[in-house]
């Protein structure tokens, strides 16, 4: 069983940074591939980036591609995303989510993990 605790949203202008956090509970969190995912009132969840346990192999959304970065600390078995040049339609819940087992894929599709924090809520005004 994995635990995952989001913090770190909250109200931005647009144009502005905010910086993400995934606290999780496993002790073999430095042998996961980590995502994010995001999702909007009234549409469907979406990939937003994933890191490899070593946090050598990244992948991102085209959406984000150049404004997000993902990282990961293993000592503080904590995923970070890092957020900059905010734009509205970035507002949505974001999630971070693992399958909770050894793999160093990086996976994009939610049906693919297993594990899911609670969300924490992102809004950018214009």
């Known amino acids: 069983q994995v635990q995952l605790v989001e913090s770190g949203g909250g109200l931005v202008q647009a144009g502005g940074s905010l910086r993400l956090s995934c606290a999780a509970s496993?002790?073999?969190?430095?042998?996961?591939?980590m995502g994010w995912f995001r999702q909007a009132p009234g549409k469907e969840r979406e990939f937003v980036a994933a890191?490899?346990?070593?946090?050598?192999?990244?992948t991102y959304a085209d959406s984000v591609k150049g404004r997000f970065t993902i990282s990961r600390d293993n000592a503080k078995n904590t995923v970070y995303l890092q957020m900059n040049s905010l734009k509205p339609e970035d507002t949505a819940v974001y999630y971070c989510?693992?399958?909770?087992?050894?793999?160093?894929?990086?996976?994009?599709?939610?049906?693919?993990?297993?594990?899911w924090g609670q969300g924490t809520q992102v809004t950018v005004s214009s």
């Open positions: 890191i490899s346990w070593s946090g050598a192999s990244t």
């Open positions: 989510a693992t399958r909770g087992v050894s793999q160093n894929i990086l996976l994009t599709t939610p049906a693919n993990y297993a594990y």
């Open positions: 496993a002790r073999t969190f430095n042998k996961y591939t």
